[in-house]
């Protein structure tokens, strides 16, 4: 009996004992899993917050453009002809900047044009760095800083016109370069001066009169520019020099430019003044415009009156007519060479350009603009038109009739 008491106590024992190492064993799986779980959920946060860091540190916006024009001839000016096309001035652009530090910003733009077959390229892709709250360097391809609207020479929504004055926008092929610039604002008694200067080069292939193409290549670029405004009124002066390369001829150029605007909300002013001084036959020429804005409301009516011509038609005697003659004459030393139609009367260039426009507010980010161009008073010149780029001139003017929506997202 005694022996049946002591192994049934053992046996109780045993029992108790891996009763008690199975909770503990329990315990501790338990302990296991919840320090996993705890880690785990300690990950999925750091990744959460990973990856919301990153989107507060990567910024996209974008423009688009959807055009329509047509011209009262096939003379070309800004791009349009007797047939109506969307493609001339339509395109979209994605601009993305990715913050490395507090100071530090990677920024890359790429535009796609209609007239391209809306294939993108890239037009800005620069690093910058603010090494005091007054200074900053950028680093890489950027918008040549030429013009008050150089930085959104593409995007529509930010300009009251269809198209910025081509007299003076188009007197200049490239539009960006390679290299370096500073930039530093003083701050003054309710306004701000704001200086900027770069160097660096640019390699492109340009569209011609008459429908030819040549390669460009811009080197030992610098300049400058100076900025003043109190946020109503603006006023801008530059200066750049660079040696241009092109059909093996190097050209010294130097080009010069004032501006300003006035915008009190209400009324809109805006001028500027170019001059494009380039050695050799190439035509220098002297451009200008001015605009006059009002705001209706969701309405901004506005008209706009612009020039261009050269101003050294003296160093080029051969007459159009010999210069045609000279290009297609086999024996001429100039057969087959259309750079002596540079060197003739068919490069000198006079035209002016009126404008009446409106711009219709529809959303906060989209615009509708309208326009009637008419350009004229060529003198003794083709105006600069593709369609007079012919041993006689065709054109005496054109009219330019445009639609245009600008969006900004």
Not at 68 to 80: C, F, H, I, K, L
Not at 125 to 142: D, E, L, N, V
Not at 243 to 259: N, P, Q, R, S, Y
């Amino acid at each position: 009996m005694a022996q049946r008491i002591h192994l049934a106590t053992a046996t109780m024992a045993s029992l108790g004992c891996l009763l008690l190492c199975s909770q503990a064993a329990n315990a501790q799986s338990d302990a296991e899993r919840l320090q996993q779980l705890e880690q785990q959920v300690a990950n999925l946060q750091s990744q959460v917050s990973s990856t919301q860091a990153s989107e507060d540190r990567l910024r996209f916006n974008g423009f688009l453009s959807l055009a329509y024009g047509v011209a009262s001839n096939d003379g070309g000016y800004a791009g349009y002809t007797e047939e109506g096309t969307f493609n001339n001035e339509s395109l979209f652009g994605l601009q993305g900047a990715f913050t490395l530090t507090d100071n530090t910003e990677v920024t890359m733009q790429l535009v796609g044009r209609g007239r391209e077959d809306w294939d993108p390229g890239i037009e800005w892709a620069y690093i910058s760095h603010q090494f005091t709250p007054a200074f900053t360097m950028r680093a890489g391809k950027m918008r040549l800083p030429l013009f008050m609207y150089s930085d959104s020479l593409e995007v529509g929504y930010a300009q009251p016109w269809i198209r910025p004055p081509v007299e003076v926008y188009g007197a200049v092929p490239v539009t960006s370069y390679t290299g370096v610039d500073g930039l530093y604002d003083i701050s003054l008694d309710n306004s701000t001066l704001s200086l900027q200067g770069f160097v660096g080069e640019s390699d492109e292939t340009i569209s011609l009169a008459g429908g030819q193409v040549a390669r460009l290549a811009v080197n030992d670029l610098v300049g400058g520019s100076a900025t003043w405004t109190d946020f109503i009124w603006t006023l801008r002066a530059n200066l750049a020099q660079a040696e241009i390369t092109t059909g093996g001829d190097k050209l010294d150029t130097t080009f010069m430019g004032v501006g300003f605007s006035y915008n009190d909300g209400t009324w809109q002013v805006i001028s500027e003044l170019t001059s494009l001084e380039i050695d050799g036959p190439t035509a220098d020429t002297e451009s200008g415009y001015i605009t006059l804005a009002r705001t209706f409301g969701a309405f901004s009516p506005y008209a706009t009156f612009s020039m261009t011509e050269s101003t050294d038609d003296d160093e080029r005697p051969l007459t159009r007519l010999g210069a045609f003659a000279a290009l297609t004459t086999p024996g001429s030393p100039y057969y087959g060479d259309v750079s002596v139609l540079s060197g003739s009367e068919i490069a000198n260039l006079e035209r002016k350009a009126y404008s009446l426009g409106v711009r219709w507010d529809v959303m906060s980010n989209v615009a509708v603009k309208f326009d009637v161009t008419r350009t004229s008073d060529f003198g003794n010149t083709g105006g600069g038109l593709d369609g007079n780029f012919a041993p006689t001139i065709a054109y005496d003017d054109a009219d330019v009739y445009s639609i245009k929506i600008d969006s900004a997202f």
